[in-house]
């Protein structure tokens, strides 16, 4: 059971992202890809984290206990946004382990997505037609992109990953803290602060009232584990927020996995038979087996985030 004034805390930070979502004028609440309703709510989220990134280290300095007290320096360094300062190891400044940590995040999400980064570079050979400066251009010289693939996963690895975990590790004492908390209940937050989405779909209007259940639902559990994800990076980098706010980047980018692109193209878009057929089924089955294999591959992609003894934050 969490003590009440912790439980407040974590509270006030998983309500305090989403409050100002909706501090916009009326008619462009139901319209969250409105360019302005974009504009809006990414000046007032980002007031808001400046205000918090001091706010929150204050309040786990005011109520950590006198066994264990947290000064508010230290509480703002753990919240891990100074890139290549580690809280968790003696020696704070690690440049070089930084970037290691970093690297290890990016080669873990291309085994991970292994079939969908094949299939993208297969496509871009082997279809004339298609460009990649085309396809960049499209994807992410937009105001919608830069929300998906830079200020969300900074702000909300900031909010939902950083500050809900280090007022774990700061208020609670980690004789009372399992891995299994640690890494669950602040996920928990995560998933449900998308429940949000529901209302929105509700007032666009576009989809029946099961449909909108199904998919919010489907969005909480998979956010839920993507949160599960980033809190274990935290803790087995020693606080790096940097690996989290890259992997979470990267996923968005690469959203959930779907059907074979090239496959699409050659069943549906530029029929062909014969040969070119046959091997493009064969390259369809070959591409579900590395989503498989990239998602076994993952718990050892994830243990290899550990570097020196004593690098993790230790329960």
Not at 88 to 97: C, M, R, S
Not at 112 to 141: N, Q, W
Request: proline share 5%; with cysteine; net charge positive.
């Amino acid at each position: 059971m969490l003590p009440v004034p912790t439980f407040l805390v974590l509270l006030y930070i998983s309500i305090s992202y989403v409050l100002p979502l909706y501090a916009t004028s009326q008619p462009e609440r139901s319209k969250r890809d409105n360019p302005r309703t974009i504009k809006s709510r990414m000046q007032k989220l980002t007031i808001l984290l400046v205000f918090n990134l001091l706010f929150v280290p204050f309040l786990q300095s005011q109520l950590s206990s006198t066994t264990s007290p947290i000064s508010f320096k230290d509480a703002f360094f753990d919240l891990g946004i100074i890139p290549g300062y580690y809280s968790a190891i003696p020696n704070h400044w690690q440049f070089g382990q930084f970037v290691k940590d970093l690297a290890k995040c990016v080669i873990l999400i291309v085994t991970l997505y292994c079939g969908p980064v094949l299939d993208f570079a297969l496509y871009h050979l082997l279809t004339p037609k298609s460009s990649i400066l085309e396809d960049f251009y499209h994807e992410f010289l937009n105001i919608w992109s830069f929300r998906n693939f830079i200020f969300a996963p900074i702000t909300e690895e900031i909010f939902y990953t950083s500050m809900l975990l280090t007022t774990y590790l700061n208020l609670i004492p980690h004789s009372q803290l399992s891995h299994q908390q640690l890494y669950w209940q602040p996920s928990l937050f995560f998933g449900l602060a998308h429940a949000h989405h529901a209302y929105e779909q509700f007032q666009e209007g576009s989809m029946t009232t099961l449909s909108i259940l199904l998919t919010t639902c489907f969005q909480i559990l998979y956010t839920t584990l993507f949160g599960g994800l980033t809190k274990f990076v935290f803790v087995r980098t020693g606080g790096n927020l940097w690996c989290c706010i890259v992997l979470h980047a990267l996923c968005n980018l690469m959203g959930f996995p779907g059907p074979s692109r090239l496959n699409l193209h050659f069943t549906v878009v530029d029929k062909k038979t014969g040969l070119t057929s046959k091997l493009v089924s064969i390259w369809n089955k070959c591409y579900f087996a590395l989503l498989l294999i990239g998602l076994i591959s993952l718990k050892d992609s994830l243990q290899s985030l550990v570097g020196t003894p004593g690098y993790r934050i230790t329960l």
